[in-house]
C-alpha cells in the first residue's frame, strides 16, 4: 500500500459510492503509523463477480486522502486500512468501462469486538469460554469464539491502549453466589453457605457484586465461612457474592537460584492441574516474566534470567504473549449486537465492565443479545 498517492487519478469511467460512518473498528495488531487505527472497511456492489483495478480512498475531517489499491477485488470485499480520526468519508472507485450501469450497493463498517495476533496460535491454545486477561491494564474480557489461529471474538473491549500484554486463561466457572448474613475482618459468612458442597477451594475469587471489590480465598472454615486473604471487601450485611474457581493458573515456590530455570520437585509439570504446562506457557515471579522453553517433570528451561535465589514464588500461565495493540474506540461493557447470550451466558454468572471496573450478577437472560443485571452495570452507555 502506497499511503502518499495522489488521490487525483484519471479513470475510464468512475463509480464512486460513499457514505458518512462513525469508525466502528476492530482490532488488528502492529499499526505501522503512530496513532493510527486500524479499520475494515466492508462494501457490497451488485452486477458482477469482480471489480477490476479498484482503488479504495479515505478522506479525513480536513479532506485529505489516501488511496490504497487492489486488484480484481470482489464485489464483496474486506479491506483493511489505517484510520485517524472518530468520523470518516469512504469512496470506492472502479476502473473499468462496463461498470457505470451496474452501479448500486453500499460501504459499511465491519463493527465487532474482535482481536487478532497474527503471530499467535489461538486454535490450539484457546477455546471459547476461556478469558483473556489484559495484564497491562489488569482488566478482562471473555472469549466467545476462536475465529481462527490469530484472531478471537470477544464480549467486551478490554485493549484501548497501544503494547498491552495478553494472557488466555481457561474459564473461570461460577462455583457458589449468594448474599453475607454477617461480615468481619477478612470473612465471608452465609448462613445458607454452599462452600463445601460446591468446592469453594483456596485461591479461587471472591468478588463483592454490590460493591465491585474482589480478592482471593485464604482458608475454607466449613460449609458458612470463607476466610480471605488480606481484603475486608465486605462491610455489611446483604452484600450479594460470587465466588469463581482460578482454573488455568499454576503457582508454587522455586527452589534453585538457576535464573534459566525453575526447578519445584512439589510439581509435576508434565501432568499438573489445571494442564500441563507446556513451551507456550510463560512464568511470572511477580516481578517480571519469562517464556517456557523446555518441560521435565519437575524444571522448566526459561529464556531469560527472572529467578536470582530460590524460595521465590512464581506464577504459571497455560498460553501468554507480549502485544502490541491498536483499536479505534472501546465500548462501555458488551457489544449486544455481535452477542449470543443464550448459549455463551447463564444466570448468576458474572460480567465484568472494563471501563469503570465494576461486577455485576446476570439476573435473567431477556434476549441473544440483551441481559438482565441485579445492580445498574452501566449507568453511562457508549455512543456509536
Known amino acids: 500500500m502506497d499511503r502518499n498517492r495522489s488521490h487525483s487519478i484519471t479513470l ?91 452501479a448500486g450497493g453500499s460501504i459499511l463498517i465491519w463493527n465487532e469486538t474482535s482481536f487478532t495476533d497474527i503471530g499467535a496460535s489461538f486454535l490450539s491454545t484457546a477455546a471459547a469460554g476461556d478469558y483473556v486477561l489484559n495484564k497491562t491494564d489488569d482488566v478482562y474480557a471473555q472469549i466467545i469464539s476462536v475465529d481462527s489461529d490469530s484472531s478471537l471474538t470477544l464480549d467486551s473491549a478490554c485493549f484501548c491502549e497501544d ?32 462452600f463445601v458442597a460446591r468446592m469453594v477451594a483456596v485461591g479461587d475469587l471472591v468478588f463483592n457484586l454490590t460493591t465491585g471489590e474482589e480478592t482471593e480465598v485464604a482458608a475454607v472454615e466449613d460449609a458458612k465461612n470463607l476466610t480471605l486473604l488480606d481484603a475486608n471487601i465486605f462491610t ?8 469463581y474457581g482460578a482454573a488455568g493458573e499454576i503457582t508454587g515456590t522455586s527452589e534453585l537460584p538457576d535464573p534459566m530455570e525453575l526447578k519445584d520437585t512439589a510439581q509435576n ?75 455463551d451466558a447463564t444466570t448468576h454468572s458474572l460480567v465484568y465492565n472494563s471501563s469503570t471496573g465494576s461486577y455485576a450478577e446476570i439476573n435473567g437472560i431477556v434476549s441473544d443479545t440483551e441481559l438482565a443485571f441485579l445492580t445498574d452495570l452501566f449507568p453511562e452507555r457508549a455512543v456509536e
Request: hydrophobic share 35%; net charge negative.
Open 12 to 102: 475510464c469511467a468512475v463509480i464512486v459510492l460513499s457514505v458518512i460512518v462513525s469508525a466502528g473498528c476492530g482490532v488488528r495488531f502492529g499499526a505501522d503509523l503512530p496513532g493510527s487505527k486500524i479499520c475494515t472497511v466492508r462494501y457490497e456492489l451488485t452486477g458482477s463477480s469482480s471489480v477490476q483495478n479498484c482503488f479504495i480512498t479515505l478522506y479525513d475531517s480536513d479532506m485529505q486522502a489516501a488511496t490504497y489499491d487492489g486488484v480484481s477485488l470482489p464485489w464483496t470485499h474486506e479491506y483493511t486500512i489505517d484510520c485517524y480520526y472518530p468520523s470518516y468519508y469512504y469512496s470506492i472507485q472502479a476502473e473499468s468501462s462496463d461498470l457505470a450501469e451496474k
Open 269 to 343: 509439570f508434565l501432568s499438573v492441574s489445571p494442564g500441563a504446562v507446556a513451551a507456550k506457557g510463560t512464568v511470572h515471579a511477580f516481578t517480571d516474566f519469562a517464556r517456557v522453553l523446555a518441560v521435565t517433570e519437575t524444571e522448566l528451561t526459561l529464556d531469560k534470567d527472572i529467578f536470582s535465589a530460590g524460595g521465590e514464588n512464581y506464577s504459571i500461565f497455560n498460553y501468554a504473549r507480549d502485544a502490541a495493540v491498536s483499536t479505534s474506540h472501546c465500548t462501555e461493557g458488551l457489544i449486544d449486537s455481535g452477542a449470543s447470550f443464550y448459549t
Open 163 to 194: 503494547k498491552r500484554t495478553y494472557i488466555i486463561c481457561q474459564n473461570m466457572k461460577n462455583k457458589v453466589s449468594g448474599s453475607a448474613t454477617s461480615f468481619g475482618p477478612n470473612t465471608l459468612t452465609d448462613e445458607a453457605g454452599l
Open 236 to 243: 455489611a450485611d446483604g452484600e450479594r457474592y460470587a465466588v
